[in-house]
């Protein structure tokens, strides 16, 4: 059987501190910290968010 290796993660405004999105990527490909600009409904515009520790 194959051993999947996506993982779930959880996406913080980096202005507001609030977790907004989760998704999934694959740990064994991408090991480092993932980042997008991505709307903020509390900010009320787009900004960064960062994987969650």
């Known amino acids: 059987m194959a051993e999947n290796k996506r993982i779930n993660i959880i996406l913080r405004c980096s202005v507001c501190k609030r977790e907004n ?7 064994r490909v991408h090991p ?3 980042s997008t600009k991505k709307y903020c409904p509390h900010c009320n515009k787009m900004t960064l968010h960062e994987e969650k520790k």
Do not use: P, S, V
Not at 21 to 27: G, L, Q, R, V
């Open 32 to 34: 480092e910290r993932f």
């Open 21 to 27: 999105y989760i998704t999934e990527k694959n740990k």
